[in-house]
């Protein structure tokens, strides 16, 4: 058959066609064991972070533009927790989410971590089971906490969350996640409003360079 335009044109069109319907069809048979997974990660964290419980109850609301989802825990007709899908922009490799667990008196049960790309060795260590920053919240209602304008503050900001070492960035993240939580847990649980809570996270100019690997404490 001549070569024409119109030839090459219907085979690059049926190729990418089928090319289409394979990406389709992966995705199809992906996203359910995907979704499924997901799900139950976040089944898994809701019982890392509350005390025992039958049943959940969310809500999600909105903080600094961000999705914020509240999950109420109950046994019986009793509350007995409530769990916080939080997140912060803040972090050095990206987004930052954690669920943090309050019983209903707002002392902090646990906290973890769903999601972060932060340097490995550094920030990643706020996974880490006891690491500084859970060790400073962790059985303690952050009322209590020394607190600056109002919010958790790693000490380096005049707080008393004690940071991952050599990764202020990382850690100044996880405050701000977990100071969504507890502005979504007071207005869940006792009603009160949601206020402004950007917590001290150094924010980047246009003009500011980003930090180096290995200096995030500087």
Known sequence: MKSTLLNMTAVLFGITLVASAGVGAVNLITAEPIAQAELAAKNAALEQVLPAFEATASETLTIDELPITVYTATSGDATVGYAVETKSKQGFGGVVSLMVGFTPEGEVVNVN???????????????????????????QRLEDKKLVDGRLA??????????????????????????????????VATGAGVADTASGATQQTANEPQAQEGGENE
């Open 154 to 187: 790693v000490a380096k900001d005049g707080g008393d969350v004690d940071a991952l070492t050599a990764a202020t960035i990382s850690s100044r993240a996880y405050v701000d996640a977990v100071n969504r939580a507890w502005m979504a847990y007071k207005s």
């Open 113 to 139: 971590v769903l999601k972060q790309a932060e340097t490995p060795g550094l920030g990643t260590k706020m996974a880490d089971e006891g690491n500084p920053l859970l060790a400073s919240i962790r059985g």
